[in-house]
């Protein structure tokens, strides 16, 4: 398995930007398709985005589609999620997530082999 630890999150402004980090360590980070999750306060974690290992077409759910980026860096084994104009409905604690590569696109949480620990997006009205 690979160990996953996020950064980058906090408290910003709705119509503000946070970068979040989620760095890749153990098994190197060869052949992982990668995600992000979020989990708001008594809801399920859900969807946000996902990046294949070929690096390729790159997913995000509708309500984040135009604003949010995700990305990878496989040399720095990081993966990133670049949020703009964010909006109140986005704070919730943010997931990275890992799966050993497939042709399925990586979209729930069944799928998930690794989760990081989190970080706490707030953003304010």
């Known amino acids: 398995q690979v160990q996953l630890v996020e950064s980058g999150g906090g408290l910003v402004q709705a119509g503000g930007s946070l970068r979040l980090s989620c760095a890749a360590s153990g098994r190197t980070f060869t052949n992982y398709d990668m995600g992000w999750f979020r989990q708001a306060p008594g809801k399920e974690r859900g969807f946000v985005a996902s990046?294949?290992?070929?690096?390729?077409?790159?997913y995000y759910v509708d309500s984040v589609k135009g604003r949010f980026t995700i990305s990878r860096d496989k040399a720095e084994n990081t993966v990133y999620l670049q949020m703009n104009n964010l909006k109140p409905e986005a704070t919730a604690v943010y997931y990275c997530?890992?799966?050993?590569?497939?042709?399925?696109?990586?979209?729930?949480?069944?799928?998930?082999?690794?989760w990081g620990q989190g970080t706490q997006v707030t953003v304010s009205s």
């Open positions: 990046i294949p290992w070929s690096g390729g077409s790159t």
């Open positions: 997530a890992a799966r050993k590569s497939s042709l399925v696109v990586l979209h729930t949480t069944r799928q998930v082999d690794s």
